[in-house]
Each structure stands twice: as C-alpha cells, then as structure tokens.
C-alpha cells in the first residue's frame, strides 16, 4: 500500500491510451513504474470503461501494491447507491479490493446534493473499499465547503503555464494551506504549450538545455510543488517527463514562469458550477 506522502509527483494518465494496441502502451506504461511513477489516474468515462479493462493488465504487472490508484465516479449519479455501483465496476474489473482515491469527476452532473454522494463515499472508507477522498474539476467554494464538511485528502484540476484559473481563484493555496494534495492534469496542454514556442520557454529551454515540456513541468513539480498528471506511452518522452525533476532552475527564472500569462486563456469565462458554460476541464482545450 502506497502511503499519501509517497506518492510520486509525476501521475500516469490514461487518456488517449491506445485501446487496440495495448500491449505496446504497456512496455511504455511499466517503464514509468520503473522510474518511480506509482499515481494511477482512471476514468470509466474514456472509451466506455475500455481504458480500464485494458490497465487491469497493468496492474497486474506493476503489481496492486506498488500503485496507488485513483478512480472518478462518472457521468450522472442519481442515488447514493450509485457511488457504490460506479466503484465496484472498477474494483470488479481490476480485480482489486480496494481504490487508494475516489473522487467525483464532474461535480456538476450529479443530480443528488454532493454532500449526500461524499457521505456515500465516506461509508465506503468505513467498509474499506476507498482510502481517500478526492474532488475533481470544482471551484475553490466547491472545495471548501467539501473539506470542512467531509475532510478531503486531494483534488485535481486542471493547471499549466496558460491555465493557471486554480490558481487565481485560490485553490492551489487552499489545497496546501489544507494540506489537500493537488494534482494538475493536462500539464503540457497535450504538448500544444510547447508547440506554439513562447519565447519565455525557448529561452529557459536554451538556457538549461532541457526540452520547453521540462521546463514546464520542472516548474510545476518543484516551485509550484503540485502533482502533475501526465499521460505518455513513448519510453522516451515518460524518461524526458521523470528527468524534468532532476534540475533547478533560479529563482528569477521561475518568477517569470510564475508571472507568465495567456490572456487568450484569461479571457474565458469559466462557469464553476456546470450551468451550461465553459466549465474549466475545457478550458486547455479551446484553443490550438
Ligand atoms: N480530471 C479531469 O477532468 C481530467 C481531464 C483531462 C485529463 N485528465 C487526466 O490527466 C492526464 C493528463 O492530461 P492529458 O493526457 O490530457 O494531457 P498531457 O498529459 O498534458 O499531454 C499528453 C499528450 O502529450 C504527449 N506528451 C507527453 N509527454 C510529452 C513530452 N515530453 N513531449 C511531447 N509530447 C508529450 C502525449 O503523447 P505520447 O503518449 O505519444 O507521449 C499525449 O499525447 C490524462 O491522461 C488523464 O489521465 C483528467
């Protein structure tokens, strides 16, 4: 069992995970346990539980214990007896016992108050079957009235060099004045940051002689001190992503970093409560 404080700061994603070739995915996928990544991020909503049944082969290799494994409770939950329903799909296709986190994926399509479905979740810790409690995709009042009326042990969101909403709303400091683990997702905004060549990346790029997603997630991962969820399955590109916290950069350097902004991506209003706005799991999405 893979205790919170030794969790590895670089998180295996699955999205896009190649579903009709998975036995090449998955001698990638091993090499990120390998190299210390033990942070399983799962979805049932990414090709109809597909994602899932196919990682259960991953899980039997890596071996349950040496992953901690986070699951989301997906789509519409219309009584609390669907949040046991949803986490027996996953412990049934993995063949596990227990999940190390749940969380809710969309906070807004649940259709029962989100107090009623944490209370679900918090009975099964009591059975034994969830270890921590998670949140995914809320705002910081989201966040808060969660934490002080069940206790959360992490959330995730999304949080990279354009992005950086979480931040401006108060999450990220909540989550560590909390001591709620943060895990970003979309990192490298599925390499487009690095692709549109800013000249504040080209410059840190040069000037360590590390690739601009090194630069993006060594930011991420020691000054911004969060999780970053990452989803490689090319052996070079998982060894690139662990290398990025093997070098620091100066301080001014990562003050520019900080200061960075898109003001294409500050322009998007962001409807935190799923009204049929831009909801901010969409965001990294709305431009190339
Ligand atoms: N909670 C949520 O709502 C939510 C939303 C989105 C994502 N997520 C989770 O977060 C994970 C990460 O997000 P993401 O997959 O959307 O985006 P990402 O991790 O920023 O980017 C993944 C993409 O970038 C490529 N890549 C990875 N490392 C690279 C590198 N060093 N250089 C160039 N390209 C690189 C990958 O291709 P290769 O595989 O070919 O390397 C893949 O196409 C997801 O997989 C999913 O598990 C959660």
Redesign the pocket.
């Known amino acids: 069992m893979i205790d919170r404080s030794s969790i590895f700061p670089l998180g295996i994603?699955?999205?896009?995970i190649d579903k009709d070739h998975f036995d090449a995915d998955l001698e990638a996928l091993l090499t990120s346990v390998s190299g210390g990544q033990n942070y399983l991020?799962l979805?049932m909503l990414y090709e109809n539980g597909e994602i899932v049944r196919q990682t259960r082969k991953f899980v039997d290799v890596a071996g349950r214990d040496n992953l901690f494994i986070n699951t989301?409770l997906e789509g519409k939950i219309s009584s609390t007896a669907d949040v046991e329903k949803q986490l027996d799909e996953y412990l049934d296709i993995l063949g596990i016992s227990y999940v190390d986190s749940l969380e809710v994926?969309h906070p807004w399509f649940s259709e029962i108050p989100l107090t009623e479905v944490y209370g679900a979740i918090k009975d099964l810790v009591s059975k034994g079957k969830v270890r921590y409690i998670g949140i995914?995709?809320a705002g910081i009042d989201l966040v808060k009235q969660l934490h002080q009326e069940i206790g959360l042990d992490f959330c995730?969101g999304l949080y990279n060099l354009e992005c950086k909403r979480c931040e401006d709303v108060g999450i990220l400091n909540y989550c560590r004045e909390q001591d709620i683990r943060f895990f970003c997702?979309?990192?490298?905004?599925?390499?487009r940051t690095?692709g549109r060549n800013y000249p504040l990346l080209l410059e840190l790029s040069q000037k360590y002689q590390k690739?601009q997603?090194q630069v993006i997630l060594n930011w991420i991962l020691k000054e911004k001190k969060i999780g970053a969820?990452?989803?490689?399955?090319?052996k070079e590109?998982i060894q690139?992503?662990l290398a990025s916290l093997a070098f620091t950069m100066e301080p001014k350097d990562y003050k520019k970093l900080n200061g960075f902004r898109a003001p294409e991506f500050d322009a998007v209003e962001i409807d935190w409560s799923g009204k049929g706005g831009i909801t901010i799991?969409q965001l990294a999405n709305r431009f190339a």
């Open positions: 994603g699955t999205w896009k991020s979805y989301n994926h995914s995709n995730e997702f979309q990192p490298l905004r599925r390499n690095a690739t997603n969820i990452v989803k490689s399955t090319s590109r690139e992503n799991d």
